[in-house]
Every structure is written in structure tokens, then in C-alpha cells.
């Protein structure tokens, strides 16, 4: 399909781990992103993976991308209140460099 | 350092009148990126510029709707007339180049009346 698919909201508990897919279209995708987006702000760059990787780990944050089904995860363990917000993620065609394809975006509600 | 900086950050006005939103890339980065985010569509790339030189504008809703990018540290997005339906946060972007990571700016929130 044309579209990066994510599901529109996740609930957590403080302190549990939360985890957010992502289904991309282009198995020939090169990089793959995930920014946090907080209530009227900008986009964060959260991390990042190269399409030849599996994982990626960066501090309380894990990637994962399985090539096989074009599926991408973020785990973000010990989820606290600050992480409540909206993530995106989003791909960039080997055939059009500059160009990124977003997901619609996860809420994500870290309940006290 | 600064990140990208998008002025103003919000903006009222009144359907038919012009509006120009600001934006001014990281130091050293030669791309740069307009998005449009809306409930309904999402993230939308509207132009994308590279050492200055729009390159891609398939992403511009219409004839109202035009950019430029005068020299390396600025760049405006202006809409002329405004309509109601171009209500939405709009994002300028800069990155290295064109394959590189992008960095968003806070957005302006443009509300048309």
C-alpha cells in the first residue's frame, strides 16, 4: 500500500514499557525514523535505523525493524510521564532521496 | 546551537487576507523543507528547496500557495488569498542534505477565519 500504517493510541502505566508499530510500505526503504511530536511543538527526532540494520538500542529506546514484513518498533522502557505525546515514524524512499513518507502518528498516554 | 526558527508562531487571520510564514534553516544545512500538518491528512511535504533552488513543489495546494527561499538562511511560505481550509500547523524542516536527517521547526499554527 501507499500508506505507513501506526495505530492511533496507546495507554501505559508509569514506569511499564510501551511499544509502538509501524508498518512501512517500501521494502526498499533506506532509512527509517521516529520523531516525538509534544502538544504544540515540533517534530523531535527521537532515533533513527538504517535498513540494514535489525536493532538499534539508544539509552531507554529500541528499534526494531523486521525487513521481512516491513514492520518497525520503538520500545521505550520505564515510560514516564514526559513521554506522553504524539510519534511518528516514518520511511524515505531509496528512489527519492529527500523525500519522507509519515505514519498518521501514536498517541501515546503515560498514566500516572 | 539554534534550531530551526519558524515565525510567527501563531497566526489569526481573516479568510482572503495574505499571509507569510518565516523560516530560517540550521547554519550549514542546504535543504530545506515545507510541511503542512492537518488532522485529516496528516504530515504533507509542500516544497523542497536544495541550495536555495525549489526542486520539488508537486506538494503545493494551489496557485495561492507560493515559496521562495531569497538566500541560504531564509526562507517564506505565503499563501494569497487565505481560505479557512488552509487552517493547519505548517513546518519548515532543514537537513544537510537532501538524503540527510531533517530537523523541524516548532511549526506555526495558522488559523484563517
Known amino acids: 500500500g501507499e500508506d505507513v500504517e501506526q495505530s492511533l493510541f496507546l495507554s501505559v502505566r508509569e514506569g511499564d514499557s510501551s511499544v509502538i508499530n509501524c508498518t512501512y510500505t517500501d521494502s526498499s526503504s533506506t532509512y527509517l525514523y521516529w520523531y516525538k511530536q509534544e502538544p504544540g511543538a515540533g517534530l523531535q527526532l527521537l532515533t533513527y535505523?538504517?535498513?540494514?540494520?535489525d536493532m538499534k538500542q539508544d539509552q531507554r529506546l529500541t528499534v526494531l525493524l523486521n525487513k521481512k514484513d516491513k514492520h518497525l518498533s520503538l520500545r521505550i522502557a520505564d515510560t514516564q510521564t514526559g513521554d506522553s505525546a504524539i510519534y511518528f515514524c516514518?520511511?524515505?524512499?531509496?528512489?527519492?532521496?529527500?523525500?519522507?513518507?509519515f505514519g498518521s502518528g501514536t498517541r501515546l498516554l503515560v498514566r500516572p | 546551537d539554534a534550531g530551526v526558527i519558524q515565525s510567527p508562531r501563531h497566526e489569526v487571520t481573516e479568510m482572503g487576507q495574505e499571509v507569510t510564514l518565516r523560516c530560517k534553516p540550521i547554519?550549514?544545512?542546504?535543504?530545506l523543507f515545507w510541511y503542512r500538518q492537518t488532522m485529516m491528512r496528516g504530515l504533507e511535504l509542500l516544497i523542497y528547496f536544495n541550495n536555495n533552488v525549489p526542486i520539488d513543489d508537486s506538494g503545493m495546494p494551489e496557485d495561492r500557495f507560493s515559496a521562495k527561499m531569497p538566500n541560504a538562511s531564509f526562507s517564506t511560505l505565503k499563501i494569497q488569498p487565505s481560505e479557512p481550509r488552509d487552517s493547519a500547523v505548517y513546518f519548515c524542516?532543514?537537513?544537510?542534505?537532501?538524503?540527510?536527517?531533517?530537523?523541524f521547526g516548532p511549526g506555526t499554527r495558522l488559523t484563517v477565519l
Open positions: 547554519s550549514g544545512h542546504n535543504s
Open positions: 516514518a520511511e524515505r524512499w531509496m528512489d527519492s532521496s529527500y523525500k519522507l513518507i
Open positions: 524542516a532543514s537537513s544537510q542534505g537532501p538524503s540527510d536527517t531533517q530537523y
Open positions: 535505523i538504517f535498513s540494514n540494520m
